[in-house]
């Protein structure tokens, strides 16, 4: 499916969330994302806004800043990110446990 192709990508994941709680400018985001190279989130962030999810604005300077926001498809994700949020509380674990105490197996990352 097209929509885990693109969400399901390493990284994809956390821009969109992190744009759901403001637009930001390009270096606020990869500060808030530990380990991405400027050249992958600038990768993603190309590839999120051709598939019309979100949109690249460029702040009148000097300086000259850009800024992303989410466009109203981007947006439209909201509930079904939050449905998964949810879903991984109460099934993912970050301990490494290797079962819940129901006795079924934890699922990874």
Not at 24 to 46: C, K, Q, T, V, Y
Not at 78 to 97: I, Q, T, V
Request: proline share 6%; aromatic share 6%.
């Amino acid at each position: 499916m097209r929509s885990f192709e693109l969400l399901g990508k390493r990284w994809n994941g956390l821009i969109m969330a992190a744009l759901m709680q403001h637009p930001a400018h390009f270096a606020a985001l990869r500060r808030s994302i530990p380990g991405i190279s400027e050249r992958m989130l600038s990768d993603r962030l190309a590839e999120l806004g051709k598939a019309g999810l979100l949109v690249r604005e460029v702040d009148p300077g000097p300086p000259l800043r850009v800024s992303y926001r989410l466009t109203q498809a981007g947006e439209a994700l909201r509930p079904a990110l939050g449905e998964l949020r949810s879903w991984a509380k109460k099934y993912l674990f970050d301990d490494g446990d290797a079962a819940r105490a129901d006795g079924e197996p934890a699922l990874c990352r």
